[in-house]
Nanobody, 114 residues
Framework: QVQLVESGGGLVQPGGSLRLSCGVSGIMFSIFTMGWYRQAPGKQRDLVAA???????MCADSVKGRFTISRDNVKNTVYLQMNSLKPEDAAVYYCNTHPSGMPWGQGTQVTVSS
């Protein structure tokens, strides 16, 4: 069955960096556009960044220039490099296909606080 396993979150100070990873199994990973999403308490889950099977990327305006999405089609893994983190980036981060169509994983918590 499809499994999405996010990791790499944690507590970081404002201005710091984190690299999230998402291991994907149960689908032909290389053909799917993949996305990173985030959900803060009391808010809807929003797309943060996406990467096509060919490697084209897009980022939400709120993270443009700070976050970078990448993928490894051999390891079936999608990454999110997050730099210059702000308190408003704090959320649970999830990966999924884009549009989201797979069962959600448990996510990884990102906390940005001094």
């Amino acid at each position: 069955q499809v499994q999405l396993v996010e990791s790499g979150g944690g507590l970081v100070q404002p201005g710091g960096s984190l690299r999230l990873s998402c291991g994907v199994s149960g689908i032909m990973f290389s053909i799917f556009t993949m996305g990173w999403y985030r959900q803060a308490p009391g808010k809807q889950r929003d797309l943060v960044a996406a990467i096509t099977s060919g490697g084209s990327t897009m980022c939400a305006d709120s993270v443009k220039g700070r976050f970078t999405i990448s993928r490894d089609n051999v390891k079936n893994t999608v990454y999110l490099q997050m730099n210059s983190l702000k308190p408003e980036d704090a959320a649970v981060y999830y990966c999924n296909t884009h549009p989201s169509g797979m069962p959600w994983g448990q996510g990884t918590q990102v906390t940005v606080s001094s």
